[in-house]
């Protein structure tokens, strides 16, 4: 026979409740920004180029950002700023980053 997990009640220092409080009020302060950001980062992975092919393609892979970025050689923050259109890579970063995620350039002459 199973019993039912209960939760345990149990009650916050006055400590602990400040800085529950501190913590959720830097989130909200956040929350506006990074729903700018995560805008910016959906327009920049549909634009019509390779740079927005390659989003598409880290964002598809699965990848987590801190582990392309060390296989780019690039830190995190700057592969998070190319992912939101705020920031280029050189072209050697961006032949790392499609290795990376499994992809392949191809580049067709227009007629």
Do not use: W, Y
Not at 24 to 39: D, G
Not at 43 to 57: M, V
Not at 76 to 97: A, I, K
């Amino acid at each position: 026979m199973t019993t039912a997990h209960r939760p345990t009640k149990f009650t916050l220092t006055p400590e602990q409740q400040a800085r529950l409080q501190n913590q959720r009020e830097q989130i909200a302060a956040e929350k506006p920004q990074l729903q700018v950001k995560l805008e910016r980062i959906h327009e920049a992975k549909q634009e019509p180029s390779f740079c927005g092919q390659l989003r598409q393609a880290i964002h598809s892979s699965g990848r987590l950002i801190t582990q392309l970025a060390a296989e780019a050689g690039v830190t995190t923050q700057q592969l998070s700023d190319f992912l939101s259109g705020d920031r280029t890579l050189r072209s050697d970063v961006l032949d790392r980053l499609t290795a990376a995620v499994g992809a392949s350039l191809v580049v067709a002459e227009k007629k």
